[in-house]
């Protein structure tokens, strides 16, 4: 995981602790991680969808 330390803004590289808080190995303090944004499934099936309209009209 890479992410700034949110009191520090010093760039930490460790695994992600994900029972509870991480460390900052320069300034000693403890912060969360905030959750990364997973996209929604359904924009998958949109993309699908516009993909296969486009090959349908290169066709004809």
Known sequence: MRTLCPYCQALVVQARNRDGPNFCPKCCCLFE??????????IYGVLVFLAANLQFINVL
Not at 33 to 42: G, L
Request: hydrophobic fraction near 30%; proline fraction near 20%; charged fraction near 30%.
């Open 33 to 42: 991680v905030p959750e990364e944004r997973q996209v929604p499934s359904w």
